[in-house]
């Protein structure tokens, strides 16, 4: 009962404790270990973020910033660096307001993602996350080419209380998302949620999948707002912002949603997503319950990760804990 009581901002403090032990430890090494700033001090602090998986891209501009502040706050001592790093990967995560307008509108949610990044156990978290908010929701099972998926998500639809329209395996995934969208349209749901195959190994046929559904989706429901989110297992570090990548080439991803950050080392890799590609990291699993998918914070984010105690994070948790009694 008490793992269950604890807040959300307690859980990613505990989740991302390897990550912590990998990144942090490191730095703050460094930041105790040298006497004065100079380029070796520079060139630890880099080995240190690219190894934690922040991405080439995202270390270079957090150490010129670093530099640059250095400079022109006149700092000395290494030891003052730190809330500087804190602040400036802060920064390099904040692409401005992330976005759930979805959640306010009638609206079509695409989800991709290869199999085993917990595509579909993220997708019946969400339905669940939008049911409690009072939100009508159709699930489709579109990704017809996995036969365990449909029965996967059949049972978090009974459990989120979802309507589920599926299709035999191997059956069209682009007459699924027809008979989805119809449904939802006759139900007057607000959220439509489709599960789809990621076949990265096949990029032209996903290609032409992802087209053939868009393609029913401006037909059949113009007015509808427009989603995409990829699903990306952090514990796979660069594989994830690798796939991030391909997938952005064959459909306009507007969000990433990062499962298993509980128990993986490799943390750093939401700070690379947002920094390399611009996407807005807008969910975060840190666990197996409907609670352990939360949006994402990149403030909460890098405090849990520094385990920085900030008032307003510890507060918010108290709010969880009630909420959740």
Known sequence: MAEEKKGFFRRLVDGLTKTRDNIVSGMDSIFNGFTHIDED???ELEEVLIMGD????????ILDKLREKVKTQHIKEPVECRQILIDSIKEQMDVGEAAYEFEERTSVVMVIGVNGVGKTTTIGKLAGKLRSQNKKVVLAAADTFRAAAGEQLKEWANRAQAELIGGQEGSDPAAVVYDAVAAAKARHADVLLIDTAGRLHNKKNLMEELRKMNKIIDREFPDAYRETLVVLDATTGQNA???????NEVADITGVILTKMDGTAKGGIAVAIQAELGIPVKYIGVGETIDDLQKFNSDTFVNALFDVKRDNDEAKDEEDTASEE
Not at 54 to 61: E, H, I, P, S, W
Not at 241 to 247: H, I, V, Y
């Open 41 to 43: 001090f520079y060139e």
């Open 241 to 247: 912002l690798a796939q991030a990548k391909e997938f």
């Open 54 to 61: 922040l991405g080439v891209q995202a270390t270079y501009d």
